[in-house]
């Protein structure tokens, strides 16, 4: 317990002491981290979308800037690594994720390839392809690696305590509440992709209450962003794009608000909509 004037004077020592929270000075995500205040250590981001609407690519592409700067450990509990890399690598040289996919890279892109993985040496990134995790899982890592941010890929694969017949709902809860606690404990951020449910489809907007487990994953969260993408019918190619509305639905520590990007699937790249600022 601590008296007003006794917080006061605390909070008054912590305004002269380090930010320690993770910065994106620029880039795709410039304008995102400016309106979040930074990652906060001891914070769970949700990224939430439904099925195909480029919430991987998203957290793929955060991921590999941050790990510029920070330890990154990125957890996917539904792709393997080298399909991962191959999203990493279609984003960087610029070329069809398709080419990968078939293994019809030609000898000019993979001069390019080799170029890229050279000058991405120096990342500090960890990649984790075990199909199943539980929440004891991720405490277990945070102690072993201490990484800076975690990604999880995605929260509704987690296995839980199914113990009582415990509806699914409360099971993400509870892995939503443990994540919180761990990142807490580790000083890290923890950043969770969320499915959401199926009744978005015919809705206009996407609210809080469409996440699977949405009252504590909304309780635990300090911020959710929603992904909402126009995708049209016809297959991207070249420059195409599909505009994307990320709706920041929740932020604990800053505004809330959106950033509009330009989503170009076949490369798994996020273009933000200011020129000249590609991460």
């Known amino acids: 317990e601590r008296t007003f004037l ?6 008054y020592k912590s305004l ?14 410039g304008m995102l981290c400016d309106v979040l205040g930074g990652l906060q250590r001891g914070g769970v981001y949700v990224i939430a979308a439904r099925p195909g609407d480029g919430k991987t690519d998203i957290a793929l592409q955060l991921a590999v800037t941050l790990a510029k700067d920070y330890r990154v450990d990125y957890r996917s509990l539904e792709m393997s690594t080298e399909q991962l890399t191959h999203r990493i690598l279609s984003r960087a040289c610029i070329i069809n ?10 000898e000019n892109e993979q001069k390019r390839i080799g170029m890229v993985v050279d000058a991405m040496k120096g990342l500090h990134l960890v990649m984790d392809d075990t199909a199943s995790i539980s929440a004891d899982d991720v405490e277990a890592k945070l102690a072993a690696s201490k990484p800076d941010v975690m990604f999880i890929d995605y929260l509704g694969l987690m296995k839980g305590d199914t113990s009582g017949k415990k509806p699914l709902w409360q ?3 509870e892995t939503m509440h443990a994540l919180k ?13 969320v499915q959401m449910n199926r009744s978005v489809d ?5 609210t809080l209450s469409d996440l699977r487990g949405s009252g504590d994953i909304e309780a635990d ?5 929603f992904m909402r993408p126009e995708k049209g019918n016809d297959f991207l190619s070249g420059d195409d794009y599909w505009p994307v509305q990320m709706i920041l639905a929740k932020s604990r520590h800053g505004g809330v608000g959106r950033v509009e990007y330009h989503w170009q699937p076949q490369y798994h790249r996020y273009l933000p909509l200011v020129k000249g600022e590609e991460a």
């Open 97 to 106: 994720s398709t080419k990968f996919r078939d293994h019809q890279i030609s």
């Open 181 to 193: 606690a761990s990142a807490k404990r580790h000083n890290v951020v923890i950043v969770a992709l």
């Open 171 to 173: 099971v993400t809860g």
């Open 202 to 206: 015919k809705q206009k907007e996407p």
């Open 221 to 225: 969260a300090d911020a959710v962003l």
């Open 6 to 11: 006794e917080a006061v004077g605390e909070t």
């Open 16 to 29: 002269f002491a380090p930010d320690t929270s993770l910065k994106i000075e620029r880039g795709a995500f």
